[in-house]
């Protein structure tokens, strides 16, 4: 079987367990006596082993099988979570996943993990183990008594049984061995558990289902079973399985079942017998079986989904990006034509293809919920490594942005988090000693406001320090000292943006090396966002992230500019209006306007553009834009307006690089080509 045809399947499902085993092992680290966490820990752990070993990947099999010893015990109540096991079996999902990339990457998976499997191992058999799997007096005494129980029943699986009996049901125990000269014996194992499975329920089997999925055992297993079938029709069909050497069928009654639990042995063996009944009824199926589980088990209605490749969905986007500029086409023509029926049919198209508008967009929704699970873990180390307390507080995860929005915000929001961790919140002394709790708190949000979306970061930490934060503005020549005393909290506060500014005492892993929010404010702007911050000293600050829903289609301003075209994003512009010649006022060489109480510079787009037929020193009155970029304000000066219209961005391309000003193009319903200005390059 060619598993290429299955690796996409395979890192896609991976990512989604790690992703879960990071999350409900932080949700444990918080609720350490929660069995159910564990429960769930366990059975993410355990199909991920098992789609490992089937796809051929033995050391992230054999790591994850490590990790299903430590938690087995865990969840047996055979040993209490503490924060060395927390760690090691952090260290071992970071191995995990760190495979699972090298495995991305075209790479074998194949990884040095032997110290964590050491650490993993020491837990299960050091002194970690729980008082009543260390009773026995001697190792071989111990010994003795595992073997002794290897097919015995704990108290509630015996009670299963006998429950199952007083209800009609038989209760078999049946032991099978495998021809000698097998080649696949888990597979004929298979095998016979798909029959049980369809004719009744596994309550136990010896060994393990887990071992016996990884060729863990000689030739022969045991189980316990209940069914309607009669034993010699069982019998019957467990030796037809090609390869069976021998099916024994044992029926029992209760004085068997009682000799078989006895809870003194059964309890010394529990950490190497085979699990209980709830677990045995989810596992017994090897991972073959498993795919079609999770809608069985979910008690309700299943949300139907399938994977579609974002390259799909760029294409689809592509097509309609394509219709659309023939739509406008067509309704420029109509209104040109002035035939009713043609009128009547392109209105009709336009709903549709609005309809249709929607539904693309939406398809290419995705919520921040993928880019905000990975920050709880990341908190935590960082918090960690500071040895500092922090909760991390996430709110409306559920908002959804453009893919290629989400693909691009990671990394600046995870700048802004260590910032907020390593800088904002204070040392556990420094908190209390100010009469806050020792714990600090960051909150990161995500709220819909119109076409754009909003991520706040806000932390309850010791604020921005205004005049540290001027001191080595000047001291770096970020600013000149005579500007300081003018500037607002504001613009003070943005200067932590400068290339190479940082207010950290002293160089460490997470900080002082000059590179962080200024990464931020690049990444943010180029995606045609914006950044402001807002704090109080000693109090805490807030970072604010504005973005556009989407990058792919925007509504946007058509002006004229001599014979050219241009289009300006609507997110960017604050208002249009007319001045007179007069209006604008010379300061220190530069070209300004009044503009709601306040003086903004005035650009020219044809001088920034080097428009030849168009001179605006020629009117007596001009058309201006005014834009913003954060808070900063700029009135551009045009020729004339030609109105809103909704626009498709296309890409300059590869070979047209540093154009300044111009983001990109679109096509217009004439066929004409308008550039699209970047208002985020005009304001510097």
């Not at 704990?154 to 061995?177: N, R």
């Not at 021998?246 to 009682?258: I, P």
């Not at 069985?296 to 299943?302: E, L, N, R």
């Not at 398809?363 to 935590?380: E, Y």
Request: proline share 3%.
């Amino acid at each position: 079987m060619d598993m290429n045809a299955y690796l996409s399947m395979f890192i896609d499902e991976s990512n989604d367990h790690l992703q879960s085993l990071n999350e409900n092992l932080l949700q444990l680290e918080g609720s350490p006596e929660d069995i159910s966490i564990v429960q769930v820990i366990f059975r993410s752990a355990h199909t991920l082993k098992g789609m490992s070993a089937t796809m051929g990947f033995e050391d992230l099999a054999s790591l994850t099988h490590e990790m299903e010893n430590v938690l087995d015990l865990v969840r047996n109540s055979k040993l209490k979570m503490d924060s060395f096991i927390f760690d090691t079996l952090f260290k071992s999902l970071d191995a995990l996943e760190m495979m699972v990339q090298d495995i991305v990457n075209g790479g074998t998976g194949k990884a040095d993990v032997s110290a964590i499997v050491s650490s993993l191992q020491s837990i299960v058999k050091g002194d970690y183990a729980a008082p009543a799997a260390a009773a026995a007096s001697t190792p071989g005494q111990a010994g003795a008594v595992e073997g002794a129980a290897a097919a015995q029943l704990d108290e509630f699986q015996a009670s299963v049984l006998k429950q199952s009996m007083e209800t009609g049901h038989q209760v078999y125990h049946i032991q099978v061995s495998i021809e000698e000269n097998c080649i696949l014996k888990a597979a004929r194992a298979y095998m016979v558990f798909d029959l049980l499975e369809r004719n009744g329920e596994i309550v136990q089997s010896v060994p393990s289902v887990q071992d016996i999925e990884q060729d863990k055992f000689d030739r022969s297993f045991t189980i316990f079973y209940i069914s309607q079938l009669q034993g010699e029709e069982l019998q019957q069909q467990i030796a037809n399985v090609s390869e069976v050497e021998s099916a024994e069928v044992t029926a029992l009654d209760e004085e068997s079942l009682g000799l078989l639990s006895q809870p003194q042995v059964a309890e010394i063996a529990a950490a190497s017998a085979a699990p209980a009944a709830a677990q045995a009824k989810q596992e017994a199926a090897p991972q073959a079986k498993r795919g079609g589980g999770a809608a069985q088990t979910s008690g309700g209605a299943v949300n139907r989904t399938i994977r579609v490749d974002i390259e799909r969905l760029d294409t689809l986007m592509n097509l309609f990006s394509e219709l659309l500029i023939d739509r406008v086409r067509l309704e420029q023509l109509a209104s040109e034509i002035k035939r009713t029926e043609l009128t009547e049919t392109v209105e009709h198209m336009t709903r549709v293809s609005s309809d249709l508008q929607n539904i693309v967009l939406k398809l290419r929704m995705v919520p921040v919920d993928s880019v905000f699970n990975r920050f709880p873990r990341m908190v935590r180390d960082v918090a960690k490594s500071l040895d500092k307390k922090v909760d991390l507080v996430i709110t409306g995860a559920e908002t959804e942005l453009d893919r290629t929005v989400i693909d691009e915000i990671g990394d600046p929001l995870v700048h802004l988090l260590r910032n907020s961790i390593d800088h904002g919140v204070e040392s556990i002394e420094n908190r209390i000693a100010s009469g806050k709790p020792e714990t600090g708190t960051v909150h990161l949000r995500a709220y819909h406001s119109g076409n754009h979306v909003f991520i706040e970061i806000e932390d309850d930490g010791k604020g921005i320090d205004r005049e540290k934060v001027l001191g080595i503005a000047i001291k770096n020549g970020v600013i000149p000292p005579e500007k300081a005393s003018s500037m607002s909290d504001e613009e003070v506060f943005m200067l932590l943006f400068a290339p190479g500014f940082s207010t950290a005492d002293k160089i460490s892993d997470l900080s002082g090396r000059g590179v962080g929010l200024d990464v931020v404010m690049t990444k943010i702007t180029s995606l045609g966002g914006n950044v402001s911050v807002s704090s109080t000293f000693g109090k805490g600050t807030k970072f604010s992230i504005q973005l556009p829903l989407t990058l792919s289609i925007i509504w946007a301003m058509l002006v004229q500019l001599g014979s050219e075209k241009y289009a300006i994003p609507l997110s960017s512009i604050v208002e249009t209006a007319v001045i007179k010649r007069e209006q604008i006022r010379k300061i220190h060489g530069n070209r300004m306007i009044e503009f709601r109480g306040a003086i903004i510079p005035v650009l020219s787009l044809s001088r920034i553009l080097d428009s030849p037929d168009f001179d605006e020193d020629e009117e007596e009155e001009s058309e201006i834009v005014v834009i913003r970029k954060g808070e900063k304000w700029g009135a551009v000066v045009v020729d004339e307006f030609i109105g809103q219209s909704e626009i498709v961005l296309k890409s300059l391309g590869s070979y047209l690089t540093n154009t300044g000003p111009i983001s990109g193009a679109t096509i217009l319903g004439d066929g004409q080509v308008a550039l699209i200005i970047d208002p985020n390059a005009l304001i510097k």
